[in-house]
């Protein structure tokens, strides 16, 4: 039996998120501290564990602090959860394995793993299984993609911050180009090359999107910065795209489906 560490909370706090969803969050790390953040803002979520590996980690010690329950069993803690939606914040190897624990649970991957179909809220829908974000430049780009038509090729490039690429974007890098690439050319039909540049120099998520029209030989040129917010610091804007739309995936989903 997974062991967790239970906060009470007062009549009134349970009486005021009677009717939001239960959800959890697999991981304790800043994007899981972020999610919390988010979370408990929500109208339709409501946060019932944090679990990770490590009981003395600061992810843990952290929603301890916000009257949230915590375990260090990891995934079994959540399998043993009543939790409808589960935000999985760990490794692309472990959101493998949890995907096939939690199969009766609506998952929101933001790991690299992308075995889930990939969801940018207004752009696309979520499946009724789960959905994977992709990736930080997938979720900051496509909005604006989405509003152009008749694209004919498309190449975006991503600066972000050194100390916000853990080694799981590391290890990953060519993957994360590749399936970025290959997504903005399933929802937009055009041609597309992404970049991504891993900058020592701090400094917030900086996109730069070229693209031309089909029957044009114009280059039109969209950049935009995005910050960090909440647990996220301001630099890394790119932790903080994937957690803000992961957030609106979730309450999309549960909206829609009535849960």
Known sequence: ???????????????????????????????????????KRSKYLECILMAGQHETSEGLKFA????INTSA???????????????DATSASSAKRNQELLKDRFIVDLTPLKELPICVPGVTKASKKGVSMGSCSLQAVMPRLAKLKNLDYVEIVTTIASESAGMGTRENLSEFLLTTAKSIEQ????????????????????????YKIKN????????????????????????????TNAIKVAETYVQNHNI
């Open 187 to 210: 929802l937009t039909g055009a041609r597309t090359k992404v970049i991504l540049i891993i900058n020592p120099v701090l400094q917030a998520m900086h996109n730069t999107i070229y």
């Open 1 to 39: 039996m997974a062991h967790v560490t239970h906060l009470g909370n007062n009549t009134l706090k349970n009486k005021m998120v009677v009717n939001k969803v239960k959800v959890a969050i697999l991981g304790s790390g800043k994007i899981s501290c972020d999610l919390l953040v988010k979370i």
């Open 64 to 67: 301890k602090e916000k009257g």
């Open 216 to 243: 044009s030989d114009k280059v039109n040129v969209i950049q935009f910065e995005l910050e960090g917010s909440d647990y996220i610091d301001k630099r890394f804007g790119n932790l903080s795209v994937m957690t």
């Open 73 to 87: 069993e990891s995934v079994q803690a959540v399998v043993e959860s009543n939790a409808d939606v589960v935000f």
